[in-house]
């Protein structure tokens, strides 16, 4: 393991602008707060973090991400708080630590197979600093590295499963094909111990048959180009035992089948050489047809650079051979990262790193080289959010999307019948929006159906659509009632026999299907009740001429209620009214009348939402005002309150409402939290002004954390 000095100057050595003072108080930090806690292997749990900065120092990264590495499991697995970290070692490295601390909080949410797709965006958007990937990777390889020390084989299986799923594929999607590598042997190890076994078996038989024919085949073509004075660099490996195992799946032959069971590497100094490189080997050896591939002039989209070839190499072997450049060679194995090394001393051209754009949000936000890595943000996903259902589904979403939208995500009955929504456990609006990583409950109701009001906050299009869909249908169902009711009342005034099959004789007439057709545009007041009358019977003269109008907008109607009558201007006399059960309007609240055909005028405060359902039907709308009103009557007004779970809580709030002289009608839990309850209070007040000062009372004592009046 290495030593704290050790580290010190591997890293100063790469990366001179290193804090030492701050580097070594991050390691005693880490070694203090992680104290006596054991790995599985027995270890003591400091040499987990210190390994990851060491992987990370190989890498070259830079001073910021191997203090990040050191303190990487301190917030997740000690008493140690984010808090402290942010005193002690300063925002940046806070906010690397909280990153890496989150995408471990999410790693294991979900274990489903179709879910790895959607699990490698969620890491990939939360990795709001290449930086975090970086630890998180490094991480993950030090864990698979001594995986072997975890007994429960189901928990084995499960990390190397997420391992190959996740990790090593986003390891790849960055260009670090040596981390890759590794994740995926490792996995591979664990997940299918028995090919691998044969396959190391039959790579070792082949070995002895040979001898060392990859030493031997480095050998000759090292001489080759001694002989053509190309200063090269040849290398050669047997490849990874998964990469053998999964191209002979996918080709369906046998190892001995392989042409690229060993992999060599050709790295020269420059393009040009690269060509020339290439012309010796082909001068050299038979060239196989038609495997030629030129990915230096037409590089790969993750910038992978090379070119490849395949010969019957020395020995009659056939091999595969990649030609390329030093510098293509460490972006190649080290993505991303690599570009930190490059970024010291060597004059760093942008336009070689212009791949990075589609996977970078770069210099835009960078005033020079110093800042590119500190400001590099993941764009790729940061339109998106994923979040998950209890059972560990994840779901992904357009940014901004709130419970409705995830419902309707799920199912559209889930969407329509949604009653609530629980977010990480706590209870929340539906309008809330939702954050990477979420975990999303809906609760839904058989009676609950969509509301207009979902519309204006939801963002996908599929809920807007169900939303929209549900509200014609409602709309047409409201609108032949209406249209039914006026007309059977026009026939009954007009001593006129009401039939439904004689009304079928006139359809043509007004270009509707369906009897219910023809009750809707009556009820959407296209057209008035006689000019259906007339055109049932042609001959018919009205008994008073003031009937010509829309029977709707004369609002004759019957008493129903004795209160409030006196209460309200502009009304015609007599005619009933209601209070909104939705809104409670009180004395002082701006209000509005909406004529309901039968049963008189319902009052509304005037920035009901339930008001919008009334907004095409202009001619229902009555403009009223409150009288002076009287002191000896009282109005129910709804409020919601949420109270601290504390003793005493419920008691300082009936205490408050009396003191006001208000009494509480009604009182009912609507929710009751770990941390707090929500109450649904109905108070009986004299008017606005005497709500709004109990409403402030309340939201000044300690125990209660908001109070609302309810107006929907
Ligand atoms: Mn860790």
Request: hydrophobic share 40%.
């Amino acid at each position: 393991m290495i030593q704290q000095h050790a580290l010190i100057e591997k890293v100063r050595s790469y990366d001179p602008t290193l804090d030492e003072d701050k580097f070594n108080r991050a390691y005693l930090f880490s070694m203090k707060v992680h104290g006596e806690q054991v790995r599985a292997s027995g270890d003591p749990y400091f040499s987990h973090p210190l390994e990851v900065a060491g992987i990370l120092s190989d890498m070259k990264l830079d001073g910021a991400t191997i203090m990040t590495a050191l303190l990487h499991d301190t917030v997740e697995d000690t008493g140690a708080t984010l808090e402290e970290i942010r005193k002690l070692f300063g925002d940046e490295i806070a906010g690397l630590v909280n990153g890496v601390t989150k995408l471990t909080q999410i790693e294991l949410q979900s274990s489903q197979t179709k879910q790895a797709e959607n699990l490698r965006k969620l890491v990939l958007a939360m990795s709001n600093d290449i930086r975090v990937l970086l630890v998180k990777l490094a991480d993950r390889l030090h864990n698979m590295r001594t995986l072997h020390h975890v007994s429960s084989e189901d928990k084995r299986r499960r990390i190397a499963r997420e391992t190959i799923e996740i990790y090593a594929p986003l390891a790849e999607r960055i260009g670090m094909h040596h981390i890759k590598d590794e994740l995926e042997d490792l996995s591979f190890k664990i997940l299918n111990p028995d090919a691998r076994e044969s396959i190391v078996t039959r790579l070792n038989f082949l070995e002895r048959e040979g001898g060392d024919i990859v030493k031997k085949i480095i050998k000759e073509l090292k001489s080759v180009f001694k002989n053509s004075n190309l200063k090269a660099e040849v290398s050669g490996r047997v490849k990874t035992p998964y990469s053998i195992w999964r191209k002979m799946h996918r080709k369906n032959v046998a190892i001995e089948q392989l042409s690229d069971i060993m992999a060599f590497r050709i790295l020269v100094n420059t393009i040009p050489d690269c060509y020339q490189a290439l012309g010796i080997i082909h001068s050299s050896y038979i060239v196989v047809p038609s495997r030629f591939k030129d990915y230096i002039s037409t590089p790969k989209p993750n910038n992978y650079q090379s070119l490849h070839t395949s010969v019957i190499g020395p020995l009659k072997h056939r091999i595969e051979i990649q030609i390329r450049t030093h510098e293509m060679h460490t972006i190649s194995e080290y993505g991303v990262a690599a570009h930190w090394q490059y970024k010291q001393g060597k004059n760093t051209d942008h336009k070689q790193y212009h791949w990075l754009r589609s996977l970078l949000e770069i210099l835009e936000h960078a005033a020079g080289p110093e800042e590119f890595l500190e400001h590099t943000k993941l764009e790729m996903f940061q339109d998106q959010v994923f979040c998950f259902t209890p059972a560990g589904d994840l779901i992904s979403l357009p940014r901004g999307a709130t419970p409705i939208d995830f419902g309707y995500a799920i199912h559209s009955a889930v969407g329509n019948h949604c009653v609530g929504a629980k977010i990480n456990g706590r209870m929340v609006p539906l309008r809330t929006v939702l954050h990477n990583g979420d975990q999303v409950e809906i609760t839904t109701s058989k009676s609950q159906t969509p509301s207009p009001t979902w519309e204006r906050f939801v963002v996908t299009g599929k809920a807007r659509a169900h939303i929209r869909r549900f509200i014609r249908t409602q709309q047409r169902a409201q609108f032949i009632e209406l249209g039914r009711s006026i007309l059977q009342k026009s026939f009954h005034h007009e001593n006129l026999e009401f039939s439904e099959k004689f009304l079928e004789t006139i359809l043509a007439k007004f270009k509707c299907q369906t009897v219910d057709d023809l009750f809707s545009i009556l009820g959407e007041g296209q057209h008035t009740s006689y000019e259906i009358i007339r055109a049932a019977y042609p001959d018919f003269r009205a008994k008073n001429p003031i009937d010509l109008q829309p029977i709707v907008s004369k609002a004759k109607f019957i008493p129903k209620e004795k209160d409030a009558i006196v209460s309200i201007r502009g009304l015609i006399p007599g005619m009933a009214v209601h209070y909104a059960k939705c809104c409670h309007p009180l004395p002082g609240d701006k209000i509005v009348g909406i004529v309901m055909t039968g049963t008189g005028v319902t009052i509304h405060t005037y920035d009901c939402e339930n008001l919008n359902n009334y907004a095409n039907e202009p001619e229902r709308w009555i403009d009223v005002a409150w009288d002076s009103h009287n002191e000896q009557k009282h109005y129910l007004a709804r409020t919601n309150v949420f109270v601290n779970n504390q003793p005493g809580a419920l008691a300082n709030l009936t205490t408050i409402i009396s003191k006001h002289n208000a009494n509480i009608a009604n009182l009912k839990i609507s929710h009751r939290g770990d941390t707090f309850f929500e109450f649904i209070i109905d108070i009986e007040v004299k008017d606005a002004d005497h709500l709004s000062n109990i409403i402030a009372s309340l939201r000044a004592s300690s125990l209660v954390i908001s109070v609302d009046r309810v107006k929907h």
